[in-house]
């Protein structure tokens, strides 16, 4: 199952994140009074990008999107999609690292192409990133504490036969606090800053076309799998009824089961987040930065007091 779920995971991932995205602007329209592309829209968008001329600025723009891209899929490898998972040893602070590489394999290939639209949306990812990583380490610091683990697959366990982590009281507070960054992990508004097609020509990817713009809609697929799959994994038990499941434990349609709840989990908070995206203006960087940096900041820190103390 381990070495099946090498070539599944991503592959699942990969098709689930384009799904989401064409969902993603479906439910947006809708909410906007408008039709909207189908669903399957970014499929398209990403065969047509293949089959066009892709113009290249030198090897670092090359290989930045590729790095990019391949951090994201190892990311993948990290994430229990129910009882599908490619490793049981894989740490939260190692997914931290991992989470980096994605933005600044985008910066490569931003700052090779030269454009100066290209290089605020690099400085505004960089700043996002420094912005959300903060809270998000102590959510996660105060989650390894709780469970006394850094294994996301030991965390699921445990909340198969304990509850989810929402039902004990002491992780509400972390729970909140990740909720409250979840839209500046996915990269949509009010923290829709880097892109902002109104300001500087969809920034990093200004100079994208061809197949690094189908790279980078694989990569943005990926990364809205795995900001999802990160939330449901520790707050919400991955793919778990906790208990329900038992009498059909280690079969195939146990399996099945388990990665089709898991997604309809992910799909819930999908929505929630659309809707938060649909009707919130974006936000100027010094205000992202500002309320990143307050609110989630103290309530994940308090919650990390709290679990400390009851340990």
């Known amino acids: 199952m381990k070495i099946l779920s090498l070539f599944i995971s991503p592959l699942l991932a990969l098709i689930i994140g384009l799904l989401f995205l064409g969902i993603s602007r479906k439910i947006t329209a809708k909410i906007h009074w408008r039709c909207g592309p189908p669903v399957y829209q970014p499929l398209i968008d990403v065969i047509r990008s293949f089959s066009q001329k892709s113009i290249s600025h030198g090897a670092f723009f090359d290989f930045g999107i590729i790095l990019s891209l391949s951090s994201s899929v190892v990311l993948i490898y990290f994430l229990p999609v129910g009882d599908l998972y490619a490793m049981t040893s894989g740490g939260l602070i190692a997914f931290l690292y991992l989470m980096l590489l994605g933005p600044f394999g985008i910066a490569l290939s931003s700052a090779a192409s030269g454009n100066p639209n290209s290089s605020i949306g690099v400085s505004r990812k960089f700043l996002l990133a420094l912005a959300y990583e903060v809270p998000l380490l102590l959510v996660l610091l105060t989650v390894m504490t709780h469970y006394n683990t850094i294994s996301l697959v030991e965390i699921v366990n445990i909340q198969a036969g304990t509850g989810m982590a929402f039902s004990s009281w002491a992780l509400v507070l972390p ?48 990364q809205l799998f795995v900001g999802l799959a990160l939330f449901v994994n520790i707050f919400l038990g991955g793919g778990t009824l906790f208990g329900l499941l038992n009498p059909i434990a280690g079969t195939v349609w146990a399996t099945i089961l388990g990665i089709i709840i898991f997604l309809v989990k992910m799909f819930i908070v999908l929505v929630i987040e659309l809707f938060i995206n649909a009707v919130y203006p974006r936000f100027r960087i010094e205000q992202a930065m500002r309320y990143l940096w307050k609110w989630p900041t103290l309530i994940a820190f308090v919650g990390l007091v709290i679990v400390a103390i009851l340990n």
């Open 175 to 222: 729970g909140i606090a990740y909720f409250l960054i979840l839209p500046a992990v996915l990269g949509v508004r009010p923290f829709e800053i880097v892109s902002a097609p109104q300001e500087i020509s969809s920034g990093p990817v200004a100079e994208f076309g061809g197949k690094h713009l189908a790279f980078y809609t694989l990569q943005h697929a990926l």
